[in-house]
């Protein structure tokens, strides 16, 4: 299956470091796109699926990390990962309730909005 018969929604390419910790372990690694229902963390140390984490998104253009909860639901083992489709775990975001939804959703359009415009966006997020 490829990278994008795996995804909920369309995704914008765009690179952010994010934070997260494991087992008393820090990594740092890099969005590679993003959508309002999950993103693509690239990563040589992939979680296993089904792991639930929450990571901190560096956005420029806030003063405080953007924090969401994930959950790993595929991964691309760098044994097997290509130049077309990179080492990493695909993670869809994981809500505590529709509010907090509401409000993680708002905030990645927001980025998105800053980072690509409006118009993008809108086509991004199937809205025209």
Excluded: C, Q
């Excluded at 077309?84 to 695909?90: H, S, T």
């Excluded at 994981?94 to 998105?112: I, M």
């Amino acid at each position: 299956m490829s990278s994008s018969d795996r995804r909920a929604g369309d995704r914008a390419a765009i690179e952010l470091k994010v934070e997260y910790k494991r087992m008393n372990t820090f990594f740092a690694d890099y969005t590679k796109n993003i959508s309002r229902g999950g993103t693509f963390i690239g990563t040589e140390r992939p979680l296993p699926e089904g792991t639930e984490f929450v990571f901190a998104l560096a956005v420029p253009k806030l003063e405080e990390p953007l924090r969401l909860r994930g959950k790993v639901i595929w991964i691309t083992p760098p044994e097997i990962a290509s130049k077309a489709n990179p080492a990493g775990m695909g993670i869809e975001f994981v809500y505590a309730d529709d509010a907090e939804r509401r409000e993680k959703e708002s905030a990645v359009e927001s980025l998105l909005v800053a980072e690509f415009g409006e118009h993008l966006t809108r086509r991004l997020l199937g809205r025209e």
